[in-house]
């Protein structure tokens, strides 16, 4: 596996490892990925050293526990010489959201990860592909990781309670494996896969939206929910048709949604945006540009703002082809003038909402979907 790709997987396994209390088998997948974490937050700060005051604030805004987390994530990061230790703080330079995906997977081989770690990120690989039935994927995982029939059940049933992947009943004895990240890669085939699913209205609905967001970087949720109606809405957003971005701050919590291919630069969305960096952005200055009011400095000169902050910088060229053309693929963070943001919540988060409240409704709602997008059509 591409090791960007294996970087970009090892973000997101452990992005669902900090939700459960104990990370059991997968210490190596949750340390390698807290490392590349810390590694993307420090180095977009575009400074050549980064203050240890600074260096603090970074570590909590990622999640890391600057206690007993940071020290341990330094000393790996530094051992890869990938910074500087000083007595006023970190230096780290030329990292850019791939060479640092790159080296998280660096990193990850050096920690002697089991078996079961190296199945869990092949699994999560497959079942982004396209839906895949488990009795297929189960032989191929044992065969290749050398993993016992105990092991290999032990894999599906961490895989599933942790949420590296989904999993939607077809039958008694049969499930249908995918993830969130189905629609970063081959979108237009996997898109008319589920059109065909849905009936005339369903469909005509889903177009619309569609063709929308190929002219807007961002639709908000409510205009989303207003064209599609809840239950389709829901539907298609519980397996990550379109990527749900929320922004908030102390008056008002407010989503937006991109389309999932829409950061493909030159590989797959997941890649070049794995740390939800371009999405935060994109969705942090449509608010800035459509909720906040001229008195606090409404964001009006969008090109000349973008202009002042890329500099070179990937995110903000992606941001800036996002709100122009809408879908930046074929060019295949929070601090900003009157956006007034401080909290974001990306796609998978927000996913992840939608299809526990999907499952919970009704396990076989999205069922459809599922099979087509494995078939081509229905069982």
């Given at each position: 596996?591409d090791?960007?790709?294996?970087?970009?997987?090892?973000?997101?396994?452990?992005?669902?490892?900090?939700?459960?209390?104990?990370?059991?088998?997968?210490?190596?997948?949750f340390?390698?990925?807290?490392?590349?974490?810390?590694?993307?937050?420090?180095?977009?700060?575009?400074?050549?050293?980064?203050?240890?005051?600074?260096?603090?604030?970074?570590?909590?805004a990622?999640?890391?526990?600057?206690?007993?987390?940071?020290?341990?994530?330094?000393?790996?990061?530094?051992?890869?010489?990938?910074?500087?230790?000083?007595?006023?703080?970190?230096?780290?330079?030329?990292?850019?959201?791939?060479?640092?995906?790159?080296?998280?997977?660096n990193?990850?081989e050096?920690?002697?990860?089991?078996?079961?770690?190296?199945?869990?990120?092949?699994?999560?690989?497959?079942?982004?592909?396209?839906?895949?039935?488990?009795?297929?994927?189960?032989?191929?995982?044992?065969?290749?990781?050398k993993?016992?029939?105990?092991?290999?059940?032990?894999?599906?049933?961490?895989?599933?309670?942790?949420?590296?992947?989904?999993?939607?009943?077809?039958t008694?004895?049969?499930?249908?494996?995918?993830?969130?990240?189905?629609?970063?890669?081959d979108?237009?085939?996997?898109?008319?896969?589920?059109?065909?699913?849905?009936?005339?209205?369903?469909?005509?609905?889903?177009?619309?939206?569609?063709?929308?967001?190929?002219?807007?970087?961002?639709?908000?949720y409510?205009?989303?929910?207003?064209?599609?109606?809840?239950?389709?809405?829901?539907?298609?957003?519980?397996?990550?048709?379109?990527?749900?971005?929320?922004?908030?701050?102390?008056?008002?919590?407010?989503?937006?949604?991109?389309?999932?291919?829409?950061?493909?630069?030159?590989?797959?969305?997941?890649?070049?945006?794995?740390?939800?960096?371009?999405?935060?952005?994109?969705?942090?200055?449509?608010?800035?540009?459509t909720?906040?009011?001229?008195?606090?400095?409404?964001i009006?000169?969008?090109?000349?703002?973008?202009?002042?902050?890329?500099?070179?910088?990937?995110?903000?060229?992606?941001?800036?082809?996002?709100?122009?053309?809408?879908?930046?693929?074929?060019?295949?963070?929070?601090?900003?003038p009157?956006?007034?943001?401080?909290?974001?919540?990306?796609?998978?988060?927000?996913?992840?909402?939608?299809?526990?409240?999907?499952?919970?409704?009704?396990?076989?709602?999205?069922?459809?979907m599922?099979?087509?997008l494995?078939?081509?059509?229905?069982?």
């Amino acid at each position: 596996m591409d090791k960007k790709v294996q970087g970009s997987w090892l973000i997101h396994h452990t992005n669902k490892l900090q939700n459960v209390t104990n990370q059991g088998e997968y210490q190596n997948t949750f340390v390698a990925g807290k490392a590349g974490i810390l590694l993307s937050a420090i180095s977009e700060t575009n400074q050549s050293v980064v203050t240890n005051e600074r260096l603090l604030v970074l570590a909590n805004a990622s999640n890391i526990n600057t206690a007993f987390e940071l020290p341990k994530l330094l000393d790996i990061l530094k051992d890869q010489e990938l910074i500087d230790v000083t007595g006023n703080g970190v230096g780290v330079l030329g990292i850019t959201t791939i060479s640092a995906l790159q080296h998280t997977a660096n990193i990850f081989e050096s920690l002697n990860p089991k078996s079961i770690e190296l199945s869990a990120i092949e699994l999560a690989e497959i079942a982004s592909n396209k839906p895949v039935s488990s009795s297929e994927v189960s032989e191929e995982l044992s065969d290749t990781y050398k993993l016992a029939s105990n092991e290999v059940k032990q894999l599906f049933y961490d895989s599933e309670k942790i949420g590296f992947i989904d999993v939607e009943p077809i039958t008694k004895s049969e499930n249908l494996i995918f993830n969130g990240n189905l629609f970063r890669r081959d979108s237009a085939i996997k898109t008319k896969n589920v059109l065909d699913s849905l009936n005339v209205q369903e469909r005509t609905s889903l177009v619309e939206l569609t063709d929308i967001m190929k002219r807007n970087a961002c639709v908000s949720y409510a205009d989303s929910v207003r064209i599609l109606g809840e239950p389709l809405f829901k539907k298609v957003n519980s397996i990550g048709f379109f990527d749900i971005n929320v922004v908030s701050n102390t008056q008002e919590e407010v989503g937006y949604l991109t389309l999932p291919s829409a950061f493909s630069k030159y590989s797959s969305s997941m890649v070049d945006d794995a740390f939800d960096l371009a999405k935060a952005f994109v969705a942090s200055l449509t608010y800035g540009m459509t909720k906040s009011h001229y008195a606090r400095g409404q964001i009006s000169m969008i090109d000349r703002l973008l202009g002042a902050l890329i500099d070179g910088r990937e995110v903000g060229e992606l941001a800036l082809q996002a709100i122009r053309q809408g879908d930046v693929s074929e060019q295949s963070i929070l601090s900003l003038p009157g956006a007034a943001i401080t909290k974001f919540r990306g796609p998978e988060a927000n996913r992840e909402i939608i299809r526990r409240e999907q499952i919970q409704r009704s396990p076989f709602e999205t069922n459809d979907m599922i099979s087509a997008l494995r078939t081509g059509g229905h069982f």
